[in-house]
């Protein structure tokens, strides 16, 4: 099962004219269990893009698939928010409720599942976050800390057991310790459940150690689709849109440049060294 | 030009101090970050700084003034400008102008002076073309800057950056620093608040906060030299300085000053 | 969502744009002392050929002021036909037994209507030539002499002028945690009213905690900025009378004077 993404064409509309399109002819499959990172410009068109995978924005021109639900079809978005979690920025500023776990229970209430089993989802979650449920069951998501906010609200969304998970910079505004955090949840959740992770990051050196496939989009175009390591290989590219690259790319790209032909599709911490490991061949 | 003395402070309520005994010095033209994960304290230091909070022991001199005398206090935050994290909650009016302006209104300048300074203001931080412009409109690190430009319309001594770009994207935050570090190069004092440890390798000075005490105190290459320490602090150093390190436990000889791609690459090439 | 404005200031160049906007409050009100200082129908004119004289010089378009009477047209009717039922005549056109049809109520419902069209009309003319902040400016210069009697003139603006500042992050935010609710299942579309403001509840109480926040931090940076209140403020943009505005409002006079020298000779 995958989503499948077929020439996907959106504009937003002004004052009842359309503007120019947001998003121009999209085509691609995001393969399950897979993680993709999204990368762009400010403007790129990456949120409008996501906002299509659950139907918050709807296909006007094109189809997205998700596991064979047409998400053109009205009737199908139901089912299709309960496979396609989705966690927007600053998710943090969406919880309402008085205690976390009727915070994190909202989202398994409006699936409509028996009182036992939201219970469970929500016990789950919450430990699933690394948020103790004795603990942080009862207090008000508002007394909670930062970092302990944010997580709570992605209890919320994984309580409702999604296969696809979507994140729109999940780690911003965070500190170094709440990025860790968030980061090795993300690959427990990979690993563990099997879950595909769909994450819009300007965090290359987050991307490139994480992600198996990379989009770029610039100007609501596919600019790439391609593994990390093709995709930051061709930094002149990237940064010719504005994008930077990860900083061990930046070290492999000086190191060319003095003379040293180390790979530039080394992006990782780990490969690099291993280059050095392993005699410093040449690719 | 800022003396921290002894300073302890206690938020209501809060069961332990967020600063222990404080003791610090800025001089005229000096560019200073100090880092530290949330709730390592330095936020609130910086708060001292302008007023905003007065330390419970201790005392702050800025200018030759103390924080705590309430005469004082419009004197000192027209000294000491500041900036904080979220873009849209520090400006204040509609047009990007006006909001420029509401700093020496408040101060009860002439109104030709006023646009004087905001135009300056303005070019100061490269959007003397937005000077019309609906605020809302702007991307945040454009909305960063405006607010910057509603400090310095204030003419102050000392620039305060309580974590300005942490809600920016790569690109705004590259050109707040580019605008931040411009300042500097003029003659602007900077205290610079983030977690972001890339952000300091061009600071004169770096503080490492961790648990509201200074646990670490030097220049970019004597701090970088102790990841260890800032392991323990919950921080992360700069990709580049972990992978110094690695290669220098494989037996590369490389310098200090190895902080960013281009200087490393340029120490470790001759080595191969 | 974006790019909505508070109001419906129309950005122009002309005459009225350009007054100064205590001129533009002042016009106004005269201009409303004169619909309600009109007792019959045909001195209606006067109040009318000043509307369309403005009209003329603003340079706004028909549509707008027809769109600003859009909102009140049941009002309108409602009043039209209620007048035309309960006044009460001698002439009458038209028996139904129960129910006489008379060209007192004809012409009293047509005045009254007239009214109510010209008093909106003529208030939408200044909301249209006027933005928001211009607005807000001259209302505190107006209410300045109040501040004797602890009229708190500058707070009122101030606030004025930050709601604008907010009203259109607000609404982002608004639209951002309504989709990060709906993506948790919320509906906000089906159901009776009471179920749908109740639903309504995931959305109003994330805004509500943000608004707070909005403050407090704005509190922060605009003392921090030497905000101090309002004593000793000075304003970049001066306000600044000109001739124009004198001739406006003595045309203003002019016509509020020939209003009343009519009425009083005929």
Known sequence: MSIVINHLTFAYTQGGKPLDPTLKDLTFTIEEGSFLGIIGHTGSGKSTFVKHLNGLLPCEKGTVEVDGHDLSQKSERKSVRALVGMVFQYPEYQLFAETVSEDVAFGPRNMKLDEAEVKNRVINAMTMVGLDPEIFSERSPFDLSGGERRRAAIAGVLAMHPKYLVLDEPMAGLDPLGRREILSLLEKLRTESGCTIIMISHSMDDIANHATKVLVLDQGSILMYDTPQNVFSKADELQQIGLSVPSITKICVEMNRRGVPIPVTICTEDAFLNWFREGRQHA | ?272 | ?266
């Open chain 3, 1 to 266: 969502m974006r790019d909505i404005t508070l109001g419906q200031f129309v950005a122009g160049n002309s005459v009225i744009h350009k007054l100064d906007p205590r001129t533009k409050i002042a016009m106004m009100i005269l201009y409303i002392v004169m619909t309600f200082l009109v007792k019959e129908i045909w001195f209606m004119s006067i109040p009318f050929a000043y509307l369309v004289m403005e009209l003329v010089f603003s340079g706004i378009s028909l549509r707008y002021i027809l769109n600003s009477l859009k909102p009140i047209r049941f009002l309108l009717i409602f009043m039209f036909l209620l007048n035309l039922f309960f006044t009460k005549g001698e002439h009458v056109w038209l028996d139904l037994g129960f129910w006489k049809l008379t060209g007192e109520a004809v012409l009293q419902s047509c005045f009254l209507s007239l009214r109510i069209i010209l008093l909106v009309a003529g208030a939408s003319m200044l909301t249209l030539t006027t933005s928001p902040i211009a607005l807000t400016d001259g209302l505190e210069k107006l209410l300045m002499p109040l501040r004797i009697f602890h009229f708190p003139a500058h707070e009122l603006a101030m606030m004025m002028t930050i709601a604008l500042r907010f009203v259109p992050t607000l609404m982002d935010e608004s639209e951002k945690i309504r989709n990060a609710q709906m993506s948790r299942g919320a509906d906000f579309e089906s159901g009776n009213v009471f179920k749908r403001v109740k639903s309504m509840i995931p959305i109003l109480i994330p805004l509500f905690v943000s608004s707070f926040r909005k403050a407090d931090e704005l509190a922060i940076a605009m003392e921090s900025r030497c905000y101090h209140g309002g004593d000793g403020r000075t304003r970049m943009h001066q306000l600044k009378f000109r001739k124009e505005d004198l001739a406006a409002i003595l045309i203003t006079l002019a016509f509020l004077a020939s209003l009343i020298l009519v009425m009083v000779l005929l």
């Open chain 2, 1 to 272: 030009m800022i003396e921290f003395d002894h300073v302890t402070f206690q938020y209501e309520k809060a069961l332990t101090p967020a600063l222990t005994n404080i003791d610090l010095t800025i001089d005229k033209g000096e560019f200073v970050a100090i880092v530290g994960h949330n709730g390592s304290g330095k936020s609130t230091l910086a708060k001292h700084v302008n007023g905003l909070l007065l330390p419970t022991e201790g005392t702050v001199t800025v200018c030759g003034m103390q924080t705590s005398n309430e005469d004082d206090l419009l004197r000192i935050r027209q000294k000491v400008g500041m900036a904080f994290q979220n873009p849209d909650n520090q400006l204040v009016t509609t047009v990007v102008e006006e909001d420029v302006a509401f700093g020496p209104e408040n101060l009860g300048i002439e109104p030709n002076e006023i646009r004087t300074r905001v135009d300056k203001a303005l070019a100061s931080v490269g959007m003397s073309d937005y000077a019309t412009f609906a605020v809302h409109h702007l991307s945040g690190g454009q909305k960063q800057r405006i607010a910057i430009a509603g400090i310095l319309a204030l003419k102050p001594q000392i620039l305060v950056l309580d974590e300005a770009s942490a809600m920016l994207d790569p690109n705004g935050r590259a050109e707040l620093l580019e605008t931040v570090h411009k300042l500097h190069r003029e003659g602007m004092t900077v205290l610079m608040v983030t977690q972001y440890m890339e952000e300091t390798t061009g600071c004169d000075r770096i503080i490492v906060m961790n648990h509201g005490k200074i646990v670490l105190e030097g220049t970019p290459e004597e701090v970088f030299r102790h990841t260890d320490l800032l392991m323990e602090s919950n921080l992360v150093p700069p990709e580049t300085v972990s992978v110094r390190d690695a290669l220098r436990s494989m037996g590369y000889a490389l310098k200090d000053r190895s902080l960013t791609a281009e200087q490393l690459a340029e120490e470790l090439c001759p080595l191969l």
